[in-house]
């Protein structure tokens, strides 16, 4: 049982991107956010992503035995040795997500994770949201509404994740809470690093393009962005939300570019996929935070601040982590659920009712 008031939640995030484990802490009660505490990053190898790659898209009952193991070691290696925790969030590694169809699957065993750090591990966040209708994605939207508060907004405002696919969350702050009507929408606007990163592991054998460097030397291709932006998931009304290879077509429409020339017109596509996600906005945020590696990337970041109509900004400009907020997002989600209060809500994943997702496991003893 997790003792009342605020507790150290240490949360655990793998990113469709494939490129490490972030793992972070943070002291909550599961509503507000008191503080943000140590982190850690541990980079996946050559080899260890190799396998994971290898295990996109597909399903519980293949033979996942390798992607497993890199799964569990890394994450426990991420987690270990961090002081005074109460509870831990385990994501685990998304391989597959069909909301409608096959459901969704994340990589990873938590009670095998909750006996090698001898802690509460909370994990499977996303089952119970798909079972009842919704999405299963995206699941950071609630501790964004805990971030509109820690920051002191008082006025809407979104934050926008570039991982390996981007996702957006619109806050309005002034509600009580965000599971009240109207305090939240959040749906993936389409590809963001994923692509861009398969890009350059096919053409250059870099994992990816490390501050935009060959982006920056490239032109925007008008018909291939053209092409890419006639995509039917982008008239689709949110919530919504995609798999990591959904837009696989990308590297199709790309394919007869010159590397940097490639490089920035994928980057357009994500901006652009943005652009559209935004018009669903019910109003006008007052500014735009960035998160994830995307922020990372010039010609991305300069690409949205030109086409938006608010002020566009890395989460580093409100003091937030914009490397560990995903891991911190699970770690706030983990005592969300041990207090058995919602995780999602019909405006972040369209469920048909307020939803607390996750299994709890508790080391032998």
């Known amino acids: 049982m997790l003792q009342a008031g605020m507790v150290n939640a240490l949360g655990a995030m793998s990113g469709t991107s494939l490129d490490g484990v972030d793992a972070a802490l943070i002291r909550t009660d599961g509503v507000t956010i008191e503080g943000f505490g140590a982190h850690r990053y541990r980079a996946y190898s050559d080899s260890e992503r190799a396998v994971l790659r290898a295990a996109l898209g597909r399903w519980p009952g293949e033979d996942l035995g390798a992607a497993l193991a890199v799964?569990?070691?890394?994450?426990?290696?991420?987690?270990?040795?961090?002081?005074?925790?109460?509870?831990?969030?385990?994501?685990?590694?998304?391989?597959?997500?069909?909301?409608?169809?096959?459901?969704t699957h994340q990589l990873g065993d938590g009670a095998a994770l909750a006996e090698a750090l001898r802690l509460p591990v909370v994990w499977d966040f996303r089952s119970s949201d798909v079972r009842l209708g919704g999405q299963g994605a995206p699941l950071a939207p609630f501790f964004h509404f805990a971030c509109a508060r820690w920051i002191g907004a008082d006025?809407?405002?979104?934050?926008?994740?570039?991982?390996?696919?981007?996702?957006?969350?619109?806050?309005?702050?002034?509600h009580p809470g965000p599971e009240a009507a109207g305090a939240l929408l959040a749906f993936d606007t389409g590809p963001a690093n994923a692509p861009l990163n398969d890009l350059m592991q096919e053409r250059r054998g870099l994992p990816y393009?490390?501050?935009?460097?060959?982006?920056?030397?490239?032109?925007?291709?008008?018909?291939?962005?053209?092409?890419?932006?006639?995509?039917?998931?982008?008239?689709?009304?949110?919530?919504?939300?995609?798999?990591r290879n959904d837009f696989s077509l990308m590297l199709d429409l790309v394919r007869e570019l010159g590397d940097a020339d490639a490089a920035a017109t994928m980057c357009a596509m994500a901006a652009s996929a943005v652009m559209r996600g935004m018009e669903h906005c019910p109003a006008p945020p007052a500014a735009l935070y960035v998160t994830g590696g995307g922020r990372h990337n010039p010609v991305m970041m300069q690409m949205l601040g030109v086409?938006?109509?608010?002020?566009?900004?890395?989460?580093?400009?409100?003091?937030?982590?914009?490397?560990?907020?995903?891991?911190?997002?699970?770690a706030?989600?983990?005592?969300?659920?041990?207090?058995?209060?919602?995780?999602?809500?019909?405006?972040?994943t369209g469920v048909r009712a307020l939803v607390g997702g996750g299994e709890i496991s508790h080391p032998a003893g």
């Open 332 to 348: 706030y989600l983990a005592v969300r659920v041990a207090r058995g209060l919602p995780t999602s809500a019909p405006g972040t």
């Open 71 to 103: 799964v569990q070691r890394a994450h426990a290696e991420a987690m270990a040795g961090f002081d005074g925790v109460d509870i831990a969030g385990f994501h685990g590694q998304t391989l597959a997500h069909e909301p409608g169809g096959r459901g």
């Open 209 to 243: 393009d490390a501050d935009g460097a060959l982006s920056l030397r490239g032109e925007v291709v008008e018909g291939a962005l053209e092409l890419f932006l006639d995509e039917g998931y982008f008239l689709k009304m949110p919530p919504k939300s995609l798999d």
């Open 155 to 174: 006025q809407p405002v979104a934050f926008l994740n570039l991982g390996g696919v981007g996702n957006l969350t619109w806050v309005d702050p002034r």
């Open 307 to 330: 086409s938006l109509d608010c002020p566009v900004a890395p989460v580093e400009a409100v003091g937030l982590d914009g490397d560990m907020l995903e891991a911190q997002a699970f």
